[in-house]
């Protein structure tokens, strides 16, 4: 994907470590489409060198307010009216208590306080030891840096290179390229609780076997990153996926389809969105055997009874904050064969403002899909695109009928 294409971003690097992931981070920014130019202190050419930056950026490296390459000899000012936003990864203690004071004494936190705040965004990657980053002055600083207009995209836990172990790590480049997308994405659920539903479930025969399909969660996991950059607050109920929590989302992990009602029911009431993306099982085995069915030899295999399972969306759909428009349920239909029949006749079924069809066998674990949404007012395809993309698209239909009279938040 192409999602920084047109961007121009001022990467700033100040003296950390973590100047080493900074690199990696300049390749995906610009595999992502954006132009990078780098900026850095002296503290960060302690770490790395401007020749590994420039080589990886493609433009020659500034540190210095008195560079002569620039006509007006104004590098400040000129670099930061170009930028799209400003990335300051990694910004060490220093820089940050630097900035909030307003100083300017190299090029890069010249560069900042010069940046027109209504139009160039400027985002912090904080990098430090995690007593460094707990420090009151620190905590007291990432307050009011943010309350300035800066937006500080929080920091990693785990191992530090001083060998401690806790909060203050920068985030990994894959991280922050994360949040830096999200941030250009228009914010159409600011103020919106969503909860999504994704993957299969497992119903389990006995403690080594069970019975589930073939939703890889993909498609759930997009939409859930989707509404995450559209400004919601998310919360993902998971069925058995092997697939990475997308950035600032909070995310459930379940199996069966009992466990999914569970896990839904108890978030629902404060969600305003409920998407149900998940292939959730139709039937399970009517009781679980404690020990593992063995062959007896006889050639006779085992008979299996199901019950149905609950259905999630449709009795969420019944519930009276859905009627009443406090919560807009949103179901997916996988189907086989007749799409626009099939996902016309589970709206109604399921009682549901907006139901989005696809091609079961199409999408299951594929990186692209189609979809069809179907609503009152009739159906509108969504082309074949990759499943981020129309995540995208789908979050935007659904701003759309939030705005509906009905479905006004009361
Ligand atoms: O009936 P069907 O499984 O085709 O319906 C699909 C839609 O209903 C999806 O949105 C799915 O997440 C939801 N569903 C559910 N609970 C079930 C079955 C389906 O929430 N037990």
Not at 147 to 155: E, H, P, T, W, Y
Not at 247 to 259: E, K, M, N, W
């Amino acid at each position: 994907m192409n999602d920084l294409a047109g961007k121009h971003i001022v990467l700033g690097l100040t003296g950390g470590i973590a100047c080493y992931k900074s690199a990696e981070l300049c390749r995906a920014l610009i595999k992502e489409g954006a132009t990078v130019q780098v900026v850095m202190t002296e503290g960060a050419e302690h770490f790395i060198t401007p020749v590994t930056m420039q080589a990886l950026s493609n433009r020659t490296v500034y540190h210095s307010q008195w560079d002569a390459r620039e006509a007006n000899n104004m590098a400040h000012i000129n670099l930061s009216r170009e930028a799209d936003a400003i990335l300051i990864a990694p910004a060490s203690a220093d820089f940050m208590a630097k900035l909030l004071h307003g100083r300017a004494d190299d090029l890069l936190s010249l560069m900042c306080l010069a940046r027109p705040i209504e139009s160039v965004p400027l985002l912090i990657a904080p990098a430090m030891n995690r007593e460094m980053w707990a420090h009151p002055a620190t905590q007291r600083n990432v307050v009011q840096l943010q309350s300035d207009g800066a937006q500080v995209l929080g920091v990693g836990v785990g191992e530090q290179a001083c060998g401690e172990v806790g909060d203050g790590r920068m985030l990994e480049p894959a991280e922050l390229l994360q949040e830096l997308v999200a941030f250009f994405q228009p914010k159409v659920l600011k103020g919106q609780r969503v909860l999504v539903s994704a993957g299969p479930t497992y119903e389990a025969i006995d403690p080594v076997r069970g019975v589930t399909n073939l939703s890889s969660g993909k498609m759930g996991f997009a939409v859930a990153r989707a509404a995450r950059e559209a400004g919601a607050e998310v919360t993902l109920v998971a069925g058995p996926v092997a697939l990475a929590t997308p950035r600032g989302v909070q995310r459930i992990d379940v199996r069966s389809a009992l466990q999914m009602q569970h896990a839904v029911q108890a978030e629902a009431g404060e969600a305003s969105v409920f998407i149900a993306t998940a292939a959730v099982a139709d039937w399970r085995p009517a009781s679980m055997a404690e020990q593992k069915i063995k062959k007896d030899g006889s050639g006779q295999p085992p008979t299996l009874s199901f019950v149905e399972n609950p259905d999630i969306l449709a009795s969420l759909a019944q519930s009276t904050r859905a009627r009443s428009g406090a919560l807009l349920c949103v179901g997916f239909a996988a189907e086989s064969e007749a799409l626009q029949a099939n996902a016309q006749a589970k709206r109604l079924r399921k009682g549901v403002p907006l139901l989005v069809g696809n091609i079961g066998p199409a999408t299951f674990g594929q990186d692209d899909n189609a979809l069809l949404l179907v609503d009152e007012q009739g159906t509108r395809e969504l082309a074949r695109s990759d499943k981020l993309s129309l995540a995208r698209q789908l979050v935007c239909e659904i701003a759309r009928h939030l705005k509906t009279d009905f479905f006004q938040k009361t």
